[in-house]
């Protein structure tokens, strides 16, 4: 079963910058992606960014881009999620998702990022 540690997670202002780390254990040789996902109160869970080290490829949702930067290690199995430009509506618990090719999905227990204006 494969563990994630997330970290990173703070208070900032608007048009601050947060650095998100994700470190995964336990069964790692089997995880090809890795993946940001945020959930806000009273909203569900969404997708952010992810990084395909199967395919070599990353992509995000169109509420981040140009403003979030994923990128990760393969070798160690992290990831970290670049937030730049923060704004009050990416104020969420952010969690890290790690898919390996054994079809299996693990969650880590979440950083919460609050953004003030």
């Known amino acids: 079963q494969v563990q994630l540690v997330e970290s990173g997670g703070g208070l900032v202002q608007a048009g601050d910058s947060l650095r998100l780390s994700c470190a995964a254990s336990?069964?790692?040789?089997?995880?090809?992606?890795m993946g940001w996902f945020r959930q806000a109160p009273g909203k569900e869970r969404e997708f952010v960014a992810g990084?395909?080290?199967?395919?070599?490829?990353?992509n995000y949702a169109d509420s981040v881009k140009g403003r979030f930067t994923i990128s990760g290690d393969n070798a160690k199995k992290t990831v970290y999620l670049q937030m730049n430009s923060l704004k009050p509506e990416d104020t969420a618990v952010y969690y890290c998702?790690?898919?390996?090719?054994?079809?299996?999905?693990?969650w880590g227990q979440g950083t919460q990022v609050t953004v003030s204006s």
């Open positions: 998702r790690a898919t390996t090719t054994l079809a299996t999905l693990s």
């Open positions: 336990e069964g790692t040789f089997s995880i090809y992606h």
């Open positions: 990084i395909n080290w199967k395919i070599g490829s990353t």
